[in-house]
């Protein structure tokens, strides 16, 4: 179905596809091993092609993977799907069209944050697919520049899900962040507030405002600000 050759220094692979056609697919310089697991792969999507199959677990792992150049020859050939190439500015615009703009407006602020510092690093015309899980390392080591470990995990999470959301609406293949390390670090500058240091807060207070919010921080357990702002009448009884 496939046979593999050598010229100079390069590789070109024989195709027989299933309605006849024989092309050939210049794969340039790569090493024997690569080039011979490369014919293995395309014998596997030919054989999905003649048989309008699913294409099997580790092939369609390679496929995700291969580079643009070498995946837009398969496509020529109808051997492998249209991959999605969907830009990095196009996919940040309908996420926070779609997603973000739902969300509390802290949450909105901290994400669009994030995707400013994506899109000032990698460019909004950034394909998604180029993004490689170096990519993703390098960027977080260039977050770290000036911002402390906890800031960075924020928005590597951030990125995370901005990613994940992609997939989950197929317009990404992978999420090369999805390996780096964002959970959030615990706090080491909590304190206790006893009563005795909470009346004195209380009476330090300049007016009303402060002290419902002193209250319903240590009193009620709410977390300022994200749960104390929020907070409306509807939620008293």
């Known amino acids: 179905m496939a046979s593999l050759s050598k010229h100079g220094h390069t590789f070109r692979l024989y195709v027989c596809l299933p309605d ?14 690569q080039a011979e697991s490369f014919k293995v792969h395309v014998e596997q999507l030919a054989a999905s092609m003649a048989t309008a199959t699913a294409i099997p677990g580790p092939t369609a792992v ?6 643009d150049g ?3 020859k398969l496509e020529r050939c109808q051997l492998a799907p249209a991959r999605v190439r969907e830009t990095l500015g196009r996919l940040i615009e309908r ?8 969300l509390a407006l802290r949450s909105q602020s901290r994400i669009k944050n994030t995707t400013k510092l994506l899109s000032g690093y990698f460019g909004p015309k950034a394909r998604l697919s180029a993004i490689t899980q170096e990519d993703a390392e390098r960027w977080r080591t260039w977050l770290a520049e000036g911002r402390t470990e906890a800031t960075v995990r924020l928005h590597v999470r951030n990125a ?3 990613f994940n959301w992609a997939m989950t609406h197929r317009l990404a293949d992978n999420n090369p962040f999805q390996t780096l390390v964002g959970a959030s670090m615990a ?3 909590e304190r206790y507030v006893s009563l005795e240091d909470f009346e004195r807060l209380l009476d330090a207070c300049p007016n009303h405002g402060w002290r419902v919010l002193l209250g319903l921080a240590r009193l009620a357990g709410l977390r300022s ?4 702002d929020s907070i409306t009448w509807a939620d008293i009884n």
């Open 187 to 189: 706090r080491n500058d």
């Open 20 to 33: 006849g056609r024989r092309v050939t697919l210049y794969l340039g310089k790569l090493p024997r091993r």
């Open 95 to 102: 996420y926070e069209r779609e997603y973000v703009a739902g």
């Open 70 to 72: 070498l995946y837009e």
């Open 225 to 228: 600000p994200s749960e104390t």
């Open 160 to 162: 995370k899900g901005l």
């Open 62 to 67: 390679w496929l995700a993977a291969l580079p």
